[in-house]
């Protein structure tokens, strides 16, 4: 049972346009990373946000953290070819594991 | 390279076979994890060594799963007796310091075990 959902689980778009995925969790969490895998490889750590509330931008990409440090969100301006992946937030709780959300899917196609 | 490995990469195995998949953390990484991945699907835990002691084996999903990292660097997850529900991607992950919550995992490729 995977505590964080993450929506929406596919998404398919043109290059050039925006979108945002969602993390959600009735879980409170200590901090909330996010991650891109692409295919034959594992989870690549973009960014880690800690306090509630906190936004960080990454290039196109701009990453905020609930006030309650329960959801996140993730936001891609202008999605490029190069952004296809599998995206997946992960839940920080102890120093011992993380817990992954469902997974997002993106397609950009050129 | 100085990444995490795995070996084999890609594993099929006839169920009731028993296999053992490995894992090389990066030199000098205390803390090493594992985790399953399904099709589609978003990693989860398996189980968590710091060193050579496992503090963690919550997440394994039955007594026919079994890990260990003796001498504190490479780890091995054994499965006895696979069965189809076992066919995942098993991921390795270690990262450097022990007791910081935000401390970076890098994750190795992983293996992809297919039980026929």
């Known amino acids: 049972t995977q505590l964080l959902e993450q929506s929406p689980q596919f998404l398919s778009i043109q290059e050039g346009e925006n979108l945002t995925v969602y993390c959600n969790s009735s879980?409170?969490?200590?901090?909330l990373q996010w991650y891109r895998q692409e295919p034959g490889e594992g989870p690549v750590l973009l960014v880690t946000?800690?306090?509630?509330?906190e936004v960080k931008k990454l290039k196109r990409l701009t990453f905020q953290f609930g006030d309650a440090r329960k959801d996140s969100s993730l936001h891609i301006t202008a999605a490029q070819p190069g952004d296809t992946g599998l995206y997946l937030c992960?839940?920080?709780?102890?120093?011992?594991?993380?817990?992954f959300g469902t997974g997002t899917r993106l397609q950009v196609f050129p | 390279g100085a990444g995490v490995s795995q070996s084999p990469r890609y594993k099929v195995a006839k169920r009731g076979q028993d296999v053992a998949l490995r894992c090389d953390p990066i030199?000098?990484?205390?803390?090493l994890f594992w985790y399953q991945q399904a099709l589609g699907q978003g990693p989860e835990f398996l189980t968590y060594?710091?060193?050579?002691?496992?503090?963690?084996k919550s997440g394994l999903p039955s007594d026919r799963f079994f890990a260990e990292r003796p001498e504190g660097s490479v780890s091995t997850l054994k499965i006895q007796r696979t069965q189809q529900e076992d066919s995942a991607v098993y991921l390795c992950?270690?990262?450097?310091?022990?007791?910081?919550?935000?401390?970076?995992?890098?994750f190795g490729p992983g293996t992809r075990l297919t039980v026929l």
């Open positions: 992950a270690s990262s450097l310091v022990l007791g910081l919550d935000i401390d970076t995992q890098y």
């Open positions: 879980s409170v969490f200590s901090s």
């Open positions: 946000v800690v306090t509630g509330g």
């Open positions: 992960a839940g920080v709780r102890n120093t011992d594991k993380l817990i």
């Open positions: 030199s000098g990484h205390v803390s």
């Open positions: 060594f710091q060193n050579e002691a496992q503090l963690d």
